[in-house]
């Protein structure tokens, strides 16, 4: 792989991290949301045991996406605290980056002439 693909790809990750991080703690606040209506609804309503059983299928598939939700933001929360520290270090990376991409474009179109004949 080539530098600059590398260099570009931490850089993107570092600028989707906040995103990404933002929508997955949506995930987990509506995931939280539904269990507790989960809870609820088997505390208060009289369902037939398929209904109870159908609901706890429901639920282990909503705790397994809060599960994944979570780990995804607990991943992203050093990533983002290391942007928010080096906004400077990160910006000299990019200029970085165009310098190889610059260099790596040259030696693409390397071409040699002779000189004697």
Aim: with cysteine.
């Amino acid at each position: 792989m080539e530098t600059s693909k590398i260099i570009e790809e931490f850089l993107n990750l570092c600028n989707n991290a906040e995103r990404q991080f933002e929508f997955n703690k949506e995930i987990v606040d509506n995931c939280n949301k539904k269990t507790n209506d989960y809870s609820h609804r088997l505390e208060l309503e009289n369902d037939t045991y398929n209904d109870r059983v159908k609901l706890q299928t429901q639920q282990r598939k909503n705790l397994k996406e809060r599960r994944e939700s979570k780990n995804i933001i607990e991943i992203l929360e050093p990533i983002i605290e290391y942007k928010n520290g080096n906004k400077n270090s990160l910006n000299m990376l990019r200029q970085t980056l165009g310098k190889i991409r610059k260099v790596e474009n040259y030696h693409e179109n390397r071409t040699y002439r002779k000189r004697a004949e």
